[in-house]
C-alpha cells in the first residue's frame, strides 16, 4: 500500500505560502510594470496580470523543503539562477540564446549536483530534457490555468513515481501544493501568471 511521508503535510502550508506571497507581489509587479500585457490571441487575458506567479511557487517551494528538513543548496542555486534569468527576460526581453544557454547552464548544474555526469548519454538528456521543458512551460504560460494545471499534474505524478519506488516524496508534493497556491489565483480569469522567471 501506498503511503504519503510524514511530513507531507508541509504540502498545505506551500499551498497557503504560495497564494499569500502572490497576493503581497500582486500590487508590487503593478507598480515596476512587472506584468504581462495582452497583445495577440494567444493571450486569453484583456488587461495586463502581474506575472510574479513564479516567485511566489520558488519561496513556497524552497521554504517548504526548509520546514521538511530537506532543503538543497544546489536545488535553490539553480532554481534561482533560471528564476533570476527569466525575471530579466521579463523586464528587458532577452535574446532566445540567452534564454536557451540559461537553461543548458542549469541542466548542467543540475547534473553535476546529482553525479550524473560519468553517464554521459544521461547528462546530455538530463540537459536537453530542462532546456525542453523550460520552453514548453513557458509557452503554456500565457492561457488561464493551463500552465498550472499542466505542472501540478506533472508534480502529482512524480509523487505516484516515488511512492511506488519507495523514495522520499516531499520535494513532488511541495511542488504540487506550491501550484496549487498559485493556480488559485491562475485559475480563469486569471489574475496572475507565472511569469517567464516562474515558467523558467
Not at 538543497?72 to 536557451?100: E, H, K, N, Y
Not at 553535476?112 to 555526469?117: K, L, N, P, Q, R
Request: a negative charge; zero cysteines; hydrophobic letters at 60%.
Amino acid at each position: 500500500m501506498l503511503t504519503l511521508p510524514d511530513n507531507s503535510l508541509y504540502a498545505v502550508l506551500a499551498l497557503i505560502l504560495s497564494a499569500g506571497v502572490a497576493l503581497l507581489l500582486w500590487p508590487v509587479a503593478r507598480r515596476i510594470g512587472l506584468v504581462d500585457k495582452p497583445d495577440d490571441d494567444l493571450k486569453d487575458h484583456e488587461s495586463e496580470t502581474p506575472i510574479v506567479g513564479g516567485i511566489a511557487v520558488f519561496v513556497a517551494f524552497h521554504g517548504g523543503l526548509a520546514l521538511a528538513g530537506q532543503f538543497d543548496v544546489w536545488l535553490l542555486g539553480v532554481t534561482l539562477f533560471l528564476l533570476l534569468v527569466g525575471i530579466a527576460d521579463d523586464l528587458l526581453g532577452l535574446s532566445p540564446w540567452m534564454r536557451l544557454g540559461a537553461a543548458g547552464v542549469a541542466g548542467a548544474l543540475l547534473v553535476y549536483a546529482v553525479d550524473a555526469d560519468s553517464a554521459l548519454l544521461a547528462a546530455l538528456a538530463v540537459v536537453l530534457l530542462i532546456v525542453v521543458a523550460v520552453n514548453a512551460v513557458n509557452l503554456l504560460d500565457g492561457a488561464d490555468g493551463v500552465a498550472g494545471s499542466a505542472g501540478l499534474v506533472t508534480a502529482l505524478g512524480f509523487v505516484f513515481l516515488a511512492l511506488i519506488r519507495d523514495v522520499d516524496a516531499i520535494a513532488p508534493l511541495l511542488l504540487a501544493g506550491s501550484l496549487g497556491g498559485f493556480l488559485i489565483l491562475n485559475w480563469p480569469k486569471a489574475r496572475i501568471f507565472l511569469g517567464e522567471g516562474g515558467a523558467y
